[in-house]
């Protein structure tokens, strides 16, 4: 048996190549190791103790808050406030930013938008979940609160991001601007080890993953593009194969390894579609493009939209560049309005 390095030692090996290198993102991305090592720990207990299903409360999207989506909220935040390299976080679960005002955290260089629990309705049912994380260099001076500002910033400005799936084995997906890299957690050792580094998208793929059953509701040339995929034509590996899990963190991830296209349109009962720019596309654009994948709202990159609020919704589609090239063809093509 091959022994692998572990994502601790990588994160050190790497230090010089990460912006600014003074070794805070080291250790920021450290704290987010621990406190995905946590929330695996307690989401491998689901169906044994008291954790799944709904809390009861709703966040402030209107969206029910399971009890694991609090849960892994309050992990990842107390981890980072334990440090001091973060000053403030957004998450999906919160109603507003939230500044760490203590003496140890008031004047980190960054921030962290989070969704600390992506796909969480599908815990009950044993299917795999995520987080996803993003990071920026704050902006506004050190010595004062951290500002809106400092959250609303384009997707390029991103010094890493990444995503933990908690599947049939858990892994942590990551860049610096430098490549993805994913490592697999050993939990008989409770390490990350690297077992893929460097990882590239092929550059088209069989696979189409969309809530097809929103069909009706889709704009044009999303419909144009699925009949697309469904038809018969050997010398482009058509018809495509359907595949959704419902975890944004989950389909992306097979897409990314196999070559894929994901797709949560806009419809006309939700004109910016369902997925939020700043927890969930923006840190998976940026992990898209790093792999050699294209991130787009179907027009426009993800990374160059100006974000104008923190719960900011975005149409959304990400995979193999090729099968992008596709789809903005008919988007273009087939543009309503
Ligand atoms: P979250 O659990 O963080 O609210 O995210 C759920 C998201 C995303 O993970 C997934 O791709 C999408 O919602 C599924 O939505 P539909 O059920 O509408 O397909
Ligand atoms: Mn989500
Ligand atoms: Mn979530």
């Known amino acids: ?33 621990l406190a995905s090592k946590i929330v695996n720990r307690e989401i491998n207990k689901a169906g044994l103790v008291d954790i799944t299903g709904a809390s009861g409360v709703e966040n402030i999207q209107g969206e029910q808050q399971q009890k694991l989506d609090m849960y892994a909220n309050k992990i990842f935040k107390n981890a980072l406030i334990a440090r001091g390299e973060v ?89 610096t601007g430098n490549g993805v890299h994913g490592f697999t957690y050993d939990p008989s050792i409770g390490v990350f080890c690297l077992s893929h580094e460097s990882l590239t998208i092929p550059k088209t793929g069989k696979i189409y993953s969309i809530n097809e059953g929103n069909y009706v509701k889709f704009p044009l040339g999303v419909k144009k593009y699925l009949k697309y995929c469904q038809e018969d034509d050997e010398s482009t590996n058509r018809p495509y194969t359907s595949r959704y899990i419902g975890s944004l963190v989950a389909d992306f991830h097979r897409n990314l390894l196999k070559g894929g296209i994901y797709i949560y349109p806009q419809t006309a009962q939700a004109p910016f579609g ?33 974000p104008i609020e923190l719960h900011q919704r975005v149409p959304f589609f990400t995979g193999s560049p090729e099968m992008m090239d596709t789809v903005h063809h008919f988007m273009a093509k087939f543009k309503e309005g």
């Not at 692998?4 to 450290?30: M, R, V, W, Y």
């Not at 609160?145 to 997906?173: C, H, N, W």
């Not at 294209?294 to 160059?304: F, Q, R």
């Open 1 to 33: 048996m091959s022994i692998n390095k572990t994502l601790g030692e990588f994160i050190i090996e790497k230090q010089a190549d990460f912006p600014h290198a003074t070794g805070e993102l080291s250790a920021l991305l450290s704290a987010i190791k």
């Open 87 to 175: 000053c403030g976080i957004a998450s999906e679960e919160e109603d507003d930013y939230v500044f760490f005002d203590n003496k140890n955290s008031r004047n980190g260089n960054y921030v962290v938008l989070m969704d600390p629990l992506d796909g969480s309705s599908n815990i009950d049912v044993n299917v795999s979940v995520g987080t996803i994380f993003s990071i920026y260099r704050r902006i506004s001076p050190t010595d004062g609160p951290v500002a809106i500002e400092d959250f609303l910033q384009v997707g390029r400005k991103q010094v890493a991001a990444g995503y933990v799936i908690y599947g049939s084995s858990t892994m942590l997906v990551f860049t």
């Open 274 to 306: 369902k997925l939020r720019l700043l927890y969930e596309c923006n840190p998976i654009a940026f992990l898209a493009e790093q792999a050699g994948a294209l991130a787009t709202d179907g027009y426009h990159p993800i990374l160059d939209l100006k």
